[in-house]
């Protein structure tokens, strides 16, 4: 027969365990007025702050490059980050930086500055189930700031995509965006280059004018759909694979702007994320599948340069690509290939000349020209104004370009001249550059092992979703 003595031990046995462990590892489900955190040095990547009520969502902490510290909301099974605080600049993992709410949810280092803060006189924060961040009042009602409202590379099932907002790729690749217009999405490089649209089929209801603008979502039933205010059907439907696949509690979606520039979207099947949809789904359709002055050619055999001289090599052709050719003594030589046209080409404006020396002669004449592509056989020019990336290769040989490639040097007679002349400009620019750095960063108070480049979220982007590379690698 057990004694009370016995019962209380047993009951210390049982209870010890669990209170420990539950009081290291307790997660707030709401953080009210007065609550701070700040991260661990012993923590490895993610310090948890607030949970969902779900327990599969956290706001929290995410390390990145070792120093670096991004808030993110977390899919804790799988270390997605879904949404992080502020993507193009990091505060430093350092016992100094804290997270704290007063009304707002703001991240603060008090050696350097406001990180980063919602800018709201709330209650409450909590996130819900669905991942999504709200700053509330007591009162309820309509949420005062939500982290839906401002995407970061990510949507998550259920999230209204509005014409206000944009999806980016992370750092370093963060120039590329899906945006909404009238009646289609986009997806842009550098804010104005359109490379990939998707106008809205309009089978089961009409966009109309005048009744607003359109929204887009990811339906849990396995679709990305358009819609206009109010609205309950949708004007379009992209159909994952997933689509009309039971929706079953452990099963979720997304779709993510990824550092190739596709938006792909993703099925969590209970433990793994599926590649569930791709906007994109030939590789020399990518916005630069071979980088700059490349040349990717359709069905299979990859990447080469434009300049048949040159030998690819991953991250382009030619090094010196950027900036512009007017002004000052820019001079340049011009690389001619046959069989080339402009990629995305049905986006791209074009005027008709009579000849190709007739096409070639507007961009030479024109020095923000870059490049120009003719077609023989429909008299349609191609202007390029940007510096040129990856044309599209086509067996086409009365398809032919016409590229402008910035000079690295005169001509062999010159060319100590050059390097002697390149010496001493990079010494002055290295002595010069330091003297400002040091006096610019005096000025900003900012710190040696300051956020100087985006190159943390390097990590963020590329680790991200195995599961590309299991579907790929499964080819
Ligand atoms: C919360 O703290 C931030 C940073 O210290 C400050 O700028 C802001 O005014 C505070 N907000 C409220 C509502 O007190
Ligand atoms: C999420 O929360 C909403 C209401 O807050 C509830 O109706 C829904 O069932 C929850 N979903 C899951 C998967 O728990
Ligand atoms: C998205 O928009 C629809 C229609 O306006 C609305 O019913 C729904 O609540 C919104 N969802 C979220 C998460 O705000
Ligand atoms: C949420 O939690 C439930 C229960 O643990 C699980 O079945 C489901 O897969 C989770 N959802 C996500 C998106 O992780
Ligand atoms: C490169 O292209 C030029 C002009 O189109 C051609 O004359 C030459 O034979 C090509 N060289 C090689 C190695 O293919
Ligand atoms: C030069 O090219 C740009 C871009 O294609 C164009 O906007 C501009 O009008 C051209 N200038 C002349 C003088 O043709
Ligand atoms: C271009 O087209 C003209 C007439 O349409 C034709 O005579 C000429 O041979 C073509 N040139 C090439 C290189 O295909």
């Not at 980016?168 to 690749?173: A, C, E, F, I």
């Not at 433990?271 to 791709?278: A, D, F, M, V």
């Not at 512009?324 to 402009?342: A, H, I």
């Not at 040091?438 to 599961?467: C, H, I, M, Q």
């Amino acid at each position: 027969m057990l004694g009370t003595h016995h019962l209380h031990l047993i009951a210390i046995l049982f209870l010890l365990p669990c209170s420990c462990s539950s009081a290291s590892s307790y997660i707030p489900q709401e953080l009210h007025k007065g609550f701070t955190a700040s991260p661990e040095s012993s923590t490895a990547s993610f310090q948890a702050v607030l949970s969902d009520p779900s327990g599969n969502f956290s706001l929290g902490f995410l390390r990145v490059n070792q120093n670096h510290l991004a808030l993110a909301i977390l899919h804790v099974a799988s270390s997605e980050p879904f949404w992080l605080a502020n993507p193009t600049h990091a505060a430093s993992w350092s016992h100094t930086t804290r997270l704290s709410f007063n009304g707002s949810l703001v991240l603060t280092d008090p050696e350097t500055r406001v990180w980063w803060s919602t800018a709201t006189n709330g209650d409450r924060a909590l996130l819900l189930n669905n991942s999504n961040l709200q700053i509330q009042t007591r009162a309820q009602g309509t949420p005062l700031w939500e982290s839906f409202n401002f995407p970061t590379n990510t949507l998550v099932q259920g999230q209204n995509f509005t014409s206000h907002m944009t999806l980016l790729s992370l750092p370093p690749n963060a120039f590329y965006s899906l945006r909404l217009g009238d009646n289609f999405m986009g997806l842009y490089e550098n804010r104005h280059f359109l490379y990939w649209k998707h106008t809205a089929l309009e089978t089961k209801a009409e966009i109309k004018e005048g009744q607003g603008p359109i929204y887009a979502r990811v339906n849990s039933e396995g679709y990305l759909g358009m819609y206009q205010t109010n609205d309950k059907l949708p004007a379009d439907v992209q159909k994952f694979n997933s689509f009309q696949q039971p929706v079953t509690a452990a099963s979720f979606l997304l779709v993510r702007l990824e550092p190739d520039g596709n938006l792909r979207g993703y099925y969590w099947d209970g433990s793994n994320w599926l590649l569930n949809y791709q906007a994109i789904t030939e590789t020399c359709d990518l916005p630069r599948p071979c980088g700059s002055y490349g040349l990717c050619t359709p069905g299979g055999s990859g990447c080469s340069c434009l300049d048949n001289r040159t030998r690819f090599e991953p991250g382009g052709c030619f090094n010196h690509v950027s900036g512009d050719l007017c002004g000052g003594r820019k001079s340049y030589r011009v690389v001619r290939r046959s069989g080339v046209e402009p990629p995305h080409k049905e986006l791209v404006s074009h005027v008709t000349t009579s000849s190709l020396a007739e096409c070639e002669l507007l961009c030479q004449n024109n020095c923000s020209c870059w490049g120009a592509l003719y077609s023989n056989s429909t008299g349609f020019c191609y202007v390029l104004d940007y510096p040129i990336q990856t044309m599209l290769g086509s067996g086409d040989g009365s398809k032919v370009g016409y590229f402008k490639v910035t000079k690295e040097e005169r001509g062999k007679m010159n060319r100590v001249w050059v390097v002697v002349t390149v010496l001493v400009v990079v010494g002055i620019v290295i002595i010069g550059g330091a003297v400002c750095m040091t006096r610019w960063k005096k000025r900003n108070g900012v710190k040696e092992d300051d956020w100087a480049s985006p190159g943390p979220y390097k990590n963020l982007g590329s680790a991200s979703f195995r599961s590309i590379e299991m579907s790929s690698n499964g080819k």
